[in-house]
């Protein structure tokens, strides 16, 4: 018989003395994804598409899905009574746990729909989420809480809307993904210690902002694009979904490198991506996956943040090409 998400998170409390509170947060989250898949599987039917009229904190329009799918995250997340705050893509500020719940020892940062640019058109998309253990857990959780380096979270993952609906998800023992069965509403094990191959055939990056990057990611890309007749001796292959869960899962099956690297489009932005509840989830993922991650400089979960909705560099996957166009940032 197949392994259940909930059969999975005993056998963890059992042998892995997983912290029974944090299984019903992660119980909480894939209720909510299921939620959320069911919703986005609905999208013209249930009026779900198109913008919401508003813009989040990064200054981006929000589509309808990506409220909603916020509203479901939350209401997963303060029922669980597993957490003292919240920091969602959607909201500016940390939100706290209502009065009527009951608050506990973990934080949780999140992406509710990552891909939103993808919504309209039917593409992949997902939800990314990151928890971290809460130094003080108090009733009310301030910015300061969450300004962790990404080394402290105790568990991360994402769950994609695509083909089918699968759950990845790491408690720093390594990787699985569970699939979620239509028939039942059930998550199921189909894939335990997955593992990211060292060495890359296939790299993403928007090669629209070719022009804005900096020389060592010009330098790495233009060997890639070079293939046989450059340095690397070997012809690569390209993908860009611009949904990051879905780069992230096609490395995570079948190897390559993700890129997104800061441009000088705007200076003073060190990159696209936010670290809270994209890179340091993706990069938990990734090193548990026998992969690495960087902004070029430095491991991305060594870096302490300074905004719960700080942006970063992120350049993640096979461990010998992250090497490779790190090297170049130290050249
Ligand atoms: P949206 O959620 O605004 O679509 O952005 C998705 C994302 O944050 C990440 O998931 C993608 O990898 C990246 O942005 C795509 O960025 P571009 O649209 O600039 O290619």
Not at 47 to 61: C, K, M, P, R
Not at 209 to 227: F, K, Q, T
Not at 302 to 329: C, F, N, W
Request: charged share 20%; hydrophobic share 40%; net charge negative.
């Amino acid at each position: 018989m197949a392994t259940t998400l909930s059969q999975y998170l005993a056998r963890e409390e059992s042998l892995h003395e997983l912290d029974p509170v944090l299984a019903r947060l992660i119980t909480s989250v894939s209720e909510a994804c299921k939620t959320i898949s069911h919703k986005v599987r609905q999208g013209a039917l249930a009026g779900v598409l198109g913008l919401a009229g508003t813009e989040n904190v990064q200054g981006e329009d929000q589509k309808k899905l990506d409220i909603i799918s916020n509203d479901i995250f939350v209401d997963a997340v303060v029922r669980s009574g597993a957490v003292c705050g919240m920091v969602s893509e959607e909201v500016p500020e940390v939100m706290s746990v209502p009065d009527e719940f009951p608050v506990g020892p973990y934080l949780i940062a999140f992406d509710p729909l990552d891909g939103s640019s993808n919504i309209d058109i039917n593409v992949s998309i997902g939800s990314i989420f990151s928890v971290m253990p809460a130094v003080r857990p108090k009733r009310t959780a301030v910015d300061a809480d969450f300004l962790q380096p990404g080394r402290n979270q105790v568990a991360a993952g994402y769950c994609m809307y695509g083909p089918q609906t699968q759950l990845c998800l790491t408690f720093g023992r390594g990787v699985v993904f569970f699939t979620l069965d239509p028939s039942t509403g059930t998550f199921v094990l189909t894939q335990e210690d997955v593992r990211v191959a060292p060495a890359a055939k296939e790299f993403a990056i928007n090669c629209s902002n070719m022009r804005h990057w900096e020389a060592p990611v010009r330098r790495y890309i233009d060997e890639l694009l070079a293939g046989k007749t450059g340095p690397r001796g070997k012809d690569f292959n390209m993908r860009w979904v611009a949904a990051m869960v879905a780069e992230v899962h096609r490395i995570l099956q079948r190897g390559g490198i993700f890129l997104y690297p800061r441009d000088n489009r705007d200076p003073a932005k060190p990159g696209k991506l936010r670290l809270l509840y994209e890179a340091n989830p993706m990069s938990m993922i990734m090193e548990n996956a026998g992969g690495a991650s960087t902004n070029g400089h430095t491991p991305i979960l060594d870096i302490v943040p300074e905004k719960i909705h700080q942006r970063v560099a992120v350049m993640l996957g096979a461990r010998e090409e992250v090497d490779l166009v790190t090297s170049y940032h130290k050249a």
